[in-house]
């Protein structure tokens, strides 16, 4: 694996020679909208069939030895992908690349907004490989708690099970307006309307053939923290063998009292739940200044909180395959795919900067009189955020959402990432 980073002057011809790649290739992996147009800054992901780099967090007792063993690799190809590395004394904490013929394991979750049309079934078609499941955004709830489908999505369900894909059930608390604090707290406030909530979601996830459900219920009142975990507590007894995926909002600490995260209480969740998800994502939010979507800085503080109360190994964290142009001045923020957001910068011969401490890639554009500023995601994004789930050894990530084209994310997913599936 080789990302490139383009230079002021080069051209693809010039980087196609170097790495003996076809030009066409390096045009189809990384979405470009053509072969004659590239951007300083650009980052290119190059596939190869070298080794893939593994990341280890060094525990006590641990010697250069024991890990080469466990990764079937050498003293000598860890100390060379580790510049300055001492093989006699390592450290407690220390974070080793090491290069291994053992691909990273794990699951991922791709949400799936439905259109309505074939477009869902190729989105599906085209990541069979890459995804254990698909959650399906379609579901939400009335005020006396009935869950209801929003549109008919028996099509999309049997074509995950036919790839061997496990469909889940996603439902969120939005209304017309949006997210509803005050859909989710009256239902949860209420017994009645708690029960009713678990007992539709748990029968329409049988009867529509899903494997599990991904709940989504977001800025639930503080106050309905405990009625939360006795909610999930009722679900996840309905649902017996069908998987329960809770989403999360991302903190670093607990505020039982804050708006968006105080209901979440992690260690409760994570004991009830076969799955917690992390949405480790819009950090930079809209209508928020110009910020980085997903800064890997902040993307580890909320991991060491979140590993520090729930089993690792049920922990997900998401990845986000968007971006935000924002307008400096008003905050104004529009959304886009990484693709988008890439060829965008190209088209408009924009260099691409990239700050080191966010690991995130962004640019600035003027239109008219309004500067704008555009952060995304590409495949440096992504490397490190999947190094943070083999270093803690998490379950794996999720992805918002699968129809924003993301071809660097995928490919680099098809050959670095061995994918698990739902047995």
Same mark, same amino acid.
């Given at each position: 694996?080789?990302?490139?980073?383009?230079?002021?002057?080069?051209?693809?011809?010039?980087?196609?020679?170097?790495?003996?790649?076809?030009?066409?290739?390096?045009?189809?992996?990384?979405?470009?909208?053509?072969?004659?147009?590239?951007?300083?800054?650009?980052?290119?992901?190059?596939?190869?069939?070298?080794?893939?780099?593994?990341?280890?967090?060094?525990?006590?007792?641990?010697?250069?030895?024991?890990?080469?063993?466990?990764?079937?690799?050498?003293?000598?190809?860890?100390?060379?992908?580790?510049?300055?590395?001492?093989?006699?004394?390592?450290?407690?904490?220390?974070?080793?690349?090491?290069?291994?013929?053992?691909?990273?394991?794990?699951?991922?979750?791709?949400?799936?907004?439905?259109?309505?049309?074939?477009?869902?079934?190729?989105?599906?078609?085209?990541?069979?490989?890459?995804?254990? %499941?698909?959650?399906?955004?379609? %579901?939400?709830?009335?005020?006396?708690?009935?869950?209801?489908?929003?549109?008919?999505?028996?099509?999309?369900?049997?074509?995950?099970?036919?790839?061997?894909?496990?469909?889940?059930?996603?439902?969120?608390?939005?209304?017309?307006?949006?997210?509803?604090?005050?859909?989710?707290?009256?239902?949860?406030?209420?017994?009645?309307?708690?029960?009713?909530?678990?007992?539709?979601?748990?029968?329409?996830?049988?009867?529509?053939?899903?494997?599990?459900?991904?709940?989504?219920?977001?800025?639930?009142?503080?106050?309905?923290?405990?009625?939360?975990?006795?909610?999930?507590?009722?679900?996840?007894?309905?649902?017996?063998?069908?998987?329960?995926?809770?989403?999360?909002?991302?903190?670093?600490?607990?505020?039982?009292?804050?708006?968006?995260?105080?209901?979440?209480?992690?260690?409760?969740?994570?004991?009830?739940?076969?799955?917690?998800?992390?949405?480790?994502?819009?950090?930079?939010?809209?209508?928020?200044?110009?910020?980085?979507?997903?800064?890997?800085?902040?993307?580890?503080?909320?991991?060491?909180?979140?590993?520090?109360?729930?089993?690792?190994?049920?922990?997900?964290?998401?990845?986000?395959?968007?971006?935000?142009?924002?307008?400096?001045?008003?905050?104004?923020?529009?959304?886009?795919?990484?693709?988008?957001?890439?060829?965008?910068?190209?088209?408009?011969?924009?260099?691409?900067?990239?700050?080191?401490?966010?690991?995130?890639?962004?640019?600035?554009?003027?239109?008219?009189?309004?500067?704008?500023?555009?952060?995304?995601?590409?495949?440096?994004?992504?490397?490190?955020?999947?190094?943070?789930?083999?270093?803690?050894?998490?379950?794996?990530?999720?992805?918002?959402?699968?129809?924003?084209?993301?071809?660097?994310?995928?490919?680099?997913?098809?050959?670095?990432?061995?994918?698990?599936?739902?047995?």
């Amino acid at each position: 694996m080789s990302v490139h980073v383009v230079r002021a002057g080069e051209r693809l011809w010039q980087i196609s020679k170097q790495y003996g790649v076809s030009i066409e290739s390096i045009v189809r992996v990384n979405g470009l909208a053509s072969a004659s147009v590239i951007v300083p800054g650009l980052a290119l992901y190059i596939p190869d069939d070298g080794l893939a780099s593994r990341v280890y967090r060094v525990k006590a007792g641990d010697a250069l030895w024991k890990i080469a063993q466990r990764f079937r690799t050498t003293i000598s190809s860890i100390a060379g992908a580790n510049p300055g590395l001492d093989i006699h004394r390592l450290r407690i904490g220390q974070v080793l690349v090491v290069p291994s013929p053992i691909k990273l394991a794990m699951r991922t979750v791709g949400f799936l907004v439905p259109s309505g049309t074939t477009a869902d079934l190729s989105v599906i078609d085209s990541l069979a490989n890459q995804l254990t %499941y698909v959650a399906v955004v379609n %579901y939400s709830f009335t005020a006396a708690g009935y869950a209801f489908a929003e549109r008919d999505d028996s099509a999309i369900v049997a074509r995950c099970k036919q790839l061997n894909i496990a469909p889940l059930l996603m439902i969120r608390n939005v209304t017309s307006s949006g997210f509803s604090a005050e859909l989710v707290g009256s239902v949860l406030a209420n017994p009645t309307y708690r029960q009713h909530l678990a007992a539709s979601i748990a029968n329409l996830a049988a009867t529509r053939g899903f494997r599990g459900v991904s709940l989504d219920l977001e800025f639930i009142p503080p106050a309905r923290r405990n009625d939360f975990s006795l909610f999930l507590r009722d679900l996840k007894l309905r649902l017996g063998n069908l998987l329960l995926h809770v989403n999360v909002h991302a903190k670093t600490e607990d505020l039982p009292t804050n708006r968006i995260v105080g209901a979440y209480d992690y260690a409760a969740i994570g004991a009830i739940a076969d799955v917690m998800a992390v949405m480790t994502i819009d950090y930079g939010y809209p209508g928020g200044p110009p910020d980085p979507i997903s800064p890997i800085n902040w993307v580890e503080q909320v991991v060491k909180y979140a590993v520090s109360l729930v089993t690792p190994r049920k922990l997900m964290m998401a990845m986000a395959l968007y971006g935000y142009d924002k307008v400096v001045s008003t905050n104004a923020a529009k959304g886009l795919s990484v693709l988008a957001a890439q060829n965008h910068a190209i088209s408009l011969g924009r260099p691409i900067q990239f700050d080191s401490t966010a690991q995130s890639p962004w640019y600035r554009y003027w239109s008219g009189t309004d500067e704008h500023i555009v952060w995304f995601e590409d495949i440096r994004s992504f490397i490190k955020k999947t190094q943070l789930i083999d270093q803690y050894n998490l379950m794996g990530t999720t992805y918002w959402q699968i129809s924003l084209p993301a071809p660097q994310n995928w490919a680099y997913v098809s050959s670095e990432i061995v994918v698990v599936k739902q047995r």
